[in-house]
């Protein structure tokens, strides 16, 4: 391991140790790393090199410290990035080898993938399973070069962690850099436990030995945790930077539940695993089942909804079934009778590791199922938060639109035609899970569904914040269709959302054929929703289709239904309206369009109503007499 010594920070009022001699290593060693940037060609093929000098002269030119750890976790993020490209590029040639016949050429990228990329556990995995199938095994000298070259890594990191704590000590560096290391080594160490023969990743139980450095690392994340929530407390951490190391606490101890043999952790199988499974039994099933009559391996079993066994193992998350299926030759991407590929079955039931698993193989991840509906959409209308991440990770479009509907018994969902993943998301109500998407760049205008837009169906359902969102992010960018969102919300009564549009721009006023006040009136009796248009500057006279006014409206409704007999008493709701009317100087002379009088079209007011209108300067000649 590749290990950058951190540069002291220097303390204000701190000894300068070595004085002139310190300051002229520190700057010829800096020389020494601008000569060496200086040699490279940086162009836009070649980011690195920019981003590491970018750090270079934030650290020794403008002396800004942040800036310039934020250019070298960018350097470092970039390296992993392409790491991980590059192993399933080796990956995906090894299995095209395997599947032209080429044996040799495809067992030398799998023991690439174990020998150079140790960190990718699920490629690991499968490459270990595939040589196995191809009946290769890792030798036992490959695995002893394995662990010599960890012991020598361990004691390097023994070595960091040492010099880190003399660091401490003279308070030129955190405690929290000393536990980090200190993590570092016992991920090591379990990382030996293997290539000595223990426990194989994914299997379980594992030795005790593994078990005791997974509790000791579990012991320095929480202590890392409280670290930073003694920061946060402090007021110089934010609260989103808890949510990562509670998370690695949450693995770590999932961790340790798996090697106990208490867990189950989605992971491949390995070659020498136990096969002791609930799936080992379908397993040889479906290799009878193949002997007998191979051509059923893609076939729809009508006794389980005509799905296909591959279909069938992803519904049911059998992850090592569904590899079995994948090695021996079923179609990846067959969509059957139920018009729908095995994937979308995984993601709608949240079963991640099989999505992974389909992805890896190269499934792509915006593949269209029944009605047009993408993995995407079915992950996030049932809330499968993993699933969504995993997927977006691959490149998933949260702007796809739906054909046609889908049915609950497909996958447990009811979409409509037109359907974005977000606006999936919004009208399963999953306000998480929409709320990733539009970080995703997921567009609040999109589609067309017959119940409205990711926007509209978010106004419908009273989601403000999601509302919010998308109008800062760019939605509905015309005052006009913000305005026709206002309508929407004062259709369904949402007070809440009439206020948030109106701060965002919406006319009070509504639209010259859809008064705002007419609606409110229309719609029902909300004193809420009229004070509010009121106050933010409604005319209060506007005129309906029918040429009535909010006023005469109101009026019609208070008046009885009966056309004899004693009105009965208002409503509140109907007289805090009237109030507010009255109060914002509605016309109480105007005629209605039949030419009747305020209060004669209306004769089965209450008494009280009556009165209250005179107050308000009705004129006498209008009085029913």
């Not at 090199?49 to 934030?58: K, N, S, T, Y």
């Not at 009811?414 to 306000?431: D, F, H, Q, S, Y």
Request: charged share 25%; hydrophobic share 40%.
């Amino acid at each position: 391991m590749n290990r950058i010594a951190d540069t002291p920070p220097v303390t204000p009022g701190a000894p300068r140790a070595s004085g002139t001699l310190t300051r002229c290593t520190r700057f010829t060693a800096v020389a020494i790393l601008w000569a060496a940037l200086a040699a490279l060609p940086v162009t836009a093929a070649d980011p690195l090199a920019a981003q590491l000098q970018r750090g270079l002269v934030e650290e020794e030119a403008n002396r800004n410290p942040e800036a310039a750890l934020k250019a070298y976790e960018e350097v470092v993020r970039q390296i992993d990035s392409q790491r991980q490209l590059a192993a399933t590029a080796i990956f995906r040639t090894g299995e095209i080898y395997r599947k032209l016949g080429r044996t040799n050429e495809a067992v030398a990228q799998y023991r690439r993938i174990l020998s150079e990329f140790r960190g990718e556990e699920t490629l690991g995995n499968l490459s270990r399973q595939n040589l196995a199938v191809l009946g290769v095994h890792e030798t036992a000298p490959a695995r002893g070069r394995e662990a010599e070259l960890i012991e020598q890594e361990i004691r390097l990191a023994e070595q960091e962690i040492a010099a880190q704590e003399k660091m401490v000590k003279v308070g030129l560096a955190p405690t929290e850099k000393v536990t980090a290391a200190r993590r570092e080594l016992l991920q090591l160490q379990r990382q030996l436990v293997v290539a000595q023969g223990g426990a194989i990743p994914g299997t379980s139980p594992a030795s005790a030995k593994e078990q005791a450095l997974i509790q000791e690392e579990i012991k320095l994340a929480e202590r890392e945790l409280a670290q930073i929530q003694e920061k946060f407390k402090m007021g110089v951490a934010t609260e989103d930077s808890l949510l990562g190391p509670r998370r690695e606490v949450l693995k770590l101890q999932r961790q340790l539940l798996v090697a106990q043999g208490r867990g189950s952790e989605e992971a491949p199988p390995v070659a020498g695993a136990r096969a002791e499974s609930p799936e080992a039994g379908e397993i040889q099933r479906l290799r009878s089942l193949m002997q007998n009559s191979p051509d059923l391996l893609n076939a729809p079993v009508p006794a389980n909804g005509n799905e296909t066994p591959l279909q069938s193992a992803a519904s049911k998350g059998e992850l090592e079934v569904v590899r079995f299926l994948l090695q021996s030759g079923a179609e990846r991407d067959a969509k059957g009778a139920r018009t729908s590929p095995p994937i979308h079955f995984a993601a709608a039931r949240g079963h991640k590791a099989i999505v992974d698993l389909f992805l890896t193989q190269g499934t792509p991840p915006d593949i269209k199922g029944a009605g047009g509906a993408t993995p995407l959409h079915l992950a996030a209308g049932a809330g499968h938060r993993k699933v969504v991440e995993r997927l977006l990770e691959a490149g998933a479009d949260p702007n796809v639109v739906m054909s046609s509907d889908i049915q609950s018994d497909t996958f447990g969902l009811r979409l409509a035609a037109g359907t974005t993943p977000l606006r999936a998301a919004i009208v399963m109500e999953k306000p998480g899970i929409a709320e990733l998407l539009l970080e995703a760049k997921g567009n609040g205008d999109a589609g067309a569904a017959p119940g409205g837009t990711p926007l509209e169906t978010a106004v419908d359902l009273g989601e403000v914040g999601l509302v919010r969102r998308m109008l800062e992010g760019g939605a509905a960018k015309l005052p006009e269709a913000r305005t026709e969102l206002l309508l929407r919300a004062i259709g369904r009564g949402r007070l809440p959302m009439v206020e948030q549009l109106l701060q965002s721009g919406a006319d009070p006023n509504g639209a010259p054929a859809f008064p705002a006040l007419v609606r409110v009136l229309e719609s029902g009796n909300s004193p809420e929703i009229l004070r509010a248009l009121l106050s933010a500057g409604a005319r209060v006279d506007p005129l309906s289709a029918a040429g009535t006014t909010p006023l005469q409206i109101l009026l019609a409704r208070m008046g009885s239904s009966q056309r004899s007999g004693p009105a009965p008493d208002p409503e509140p709701a109907q007289k805090a309206c009237l109030e507010l009317l009255l109060k914002a100087k509605a016309d109480t002379s105007r005629h209605f369009p039949d030419g009747a009088p305020m209060i004669q079209a209306t004769p089965q007011l209450p008494p009280q109503t009556v009165s209250r209108l005179l107050e308000a300067g009705t004129p006498p000649d209008e009085r029913l007499m």
